[in-house]
């Protein structure tokens, strides 16, 4: 870990780097970064409280610990917020990065989240740098806390542009608050594909209303007049007439039930007419 973190700052520094007070900077984070354990090892013991409690499909904490990806994307962005607030350059992003191509929840490792932080499924979550996240806060999949825009790049480094989620708040899937200025207010609940770019009041519900719904049944196709644009294209060959008269006789409005019989005869009547043949085709499989 060591090695990791003085080659990362070396990296950082390029030409103007002082090995020997590199050395002992690497020295200075490792300390605190393992002396962090025993306070991450807490936030994550309540981590898998929170998600025993919340979801009434696990069984056991156990369970919680070695399956849900929620919690391995929280692990490691506890740990690579550790490093990431003690100004490692790199290797925070990378951790995030590794958890985000693993469960398809990307947290970036600067966002600040309080205790009890409960993600459920958890696939496209998105949470931004400047992003904060009080106790007691349960997200479910496809929520974006991100940024109104980007546009300024660079010039927006170190502005708060991502949202701040107080406690007890629930938001649920595909819900987007964005801006750096959006408050969601404590014990909030936030309804699946919301829209937020404003803050919230304590205590609110925000729902969106159910979209109108058009049902139409699905039309049935005519098969007769499939039928009838069949019989006429036999009757284009009229050394075919002959036949072809036989198969109305034999099948007339019956064909539901002859379609071997019909698709047997379509086949002999085409069978040495290749032009015939392939025009014939694109109907077959409607009888199938």
Do not use: W
């Not at 056991?60 to 690579?80: D, H, Q, S």
């Not at 502005?159 to 107080?166: F, L, N, Y």
């Not at 719904?213 to 284009?236: M, W």
Request: net charge neutral; charged share 20%; proline share 3%.
């Amino acid at each position: 870990m060591s090695e990791q973190i003085r080659f990362a700052l070396i990296r950082e520094a390029k030409s103007q780097a002082n090995l020997t007070e590199i050395n002992e900077r690497t020295e200075e984070i490792c300390e605190q970064f393992f002396s962090s354990f025993a306070h991450i090892q807490q936030l994550l013991l309540k981590d898998v409280q929170a998600a025993f409690d919340g979801d009434p499909a696990a069984k056991t904490k156990e369970e919680i610990i070695f399956c849900y990806p929620g919690l391995f994307a929280i692990f490691v962005y506890r740990m690579a917020h550790e490093l990431y607030r003690l100004k490692v350059p790199f290797i925070p992003r990378i951790m995030s990065e590794y958890a985000h191509g693993h469960t398809g929840i990307d947290i970036n490792p600067g966002a600040v989240i309080g205790e009890y932080f409960f993600i459920d499924h958890g696939t496209g979550i998105v949470i931004g740098e400047t992003t904060e996240i009080g106790d007691h806060v349960k997200i479910y999949q496809g929520v974006t806390l991100g940024a109104l825009s980007t546009r300024s790049g660079q010039l927006l480094r170190d502005v708060k542009r991502h949202p701040t989620i107080e406690d007890n708040v629930t938001i649920y899937s595909s819900a987007s608050i964005l801006g750096g200025e959006t408050v969601i207010g404590k014990g909030s609940v936030i309804g699946g594909n919301a829209f937020i770019t404003s803050s919230v009041a304590p205590g609110t519900r925000v729902s969106v209303s159910s979209p109108e719904l058009t049902f139409t049944e699905k039309k049935k196709r005519n098969r007769e007049t499939y039928l009838t644009k069949i019989i006429k294209a036999v009757l284009l060959f009229s050394h075919y007439k002959t036949v072809t008269r036989l198969l109305i006789k034999e099948i007339g409005s019956d064909f539901y039930v002859r379609t071997d019989l019909f698709l047997f005869i379509i086949n002999i009547i085409t069978l040495h007419h290749e032009a015939l043949r392939s025009f014939m085709q694109s109907y077959i499989d409607l009888f199938r």
